[in-house]
């Protein structure tokens, strides 16, 4: 059974940062891409960003670019989500995503990120 549960989130200014974590099992997690999708208050679901299984490449929305890392562990099964200058448009509920891109994979329950102004 998929499992994913993510954390790190949490109140923070604009400008600051936040390290999200999201630990994987009941899968082959070093085989699979995955990635990192958003929901703001009041709106759909946002893919973020991207890693292969093995974590030579990454891609991002254009918002983040510059700001966000993501990366992983698989030794961990473990994705990261490394978010720099944050500013109050990343306020959402950040999921990791059994997929590489788009929004429609498996996800966890999330982890909440509250940037204020």
């Known amino acids: 059974q998929v499992q994913l549960v993510e954390s790190g989130g949490d109140l923070v200014q604009s400008g600051g940062s936040l390290r999200l974590s999201c630990v994987a099992s009941g899968f082959a997690f070093s085989t699979f891409a995955m990635s990192w999708v958003r929901q703001a208050p009041g709106k759909g679901l946002e893919w973020v960003a991207g890693?292969?299984?093995?974590?030579?490449?990454?891609i991002y929305t254009d918002s983040v670019k510059g700001r966000f890392t993501i990366s992983r562990d698989n030794a961990k099964n473990t994705l990261y989500l490394q978010m720099n200058r944050l500013k109050p448009d990343d306020t959402a509920v950040y999921y990791c995503q059994k997929q590489w891109s788009g929004i429609g994979g498996q996800r966890g329950r999330g982890t909440r990120v509250t940037v204020s102004s």
């Open positions: 890693i292969t299984s093995t974590g030579i490449d990454t």
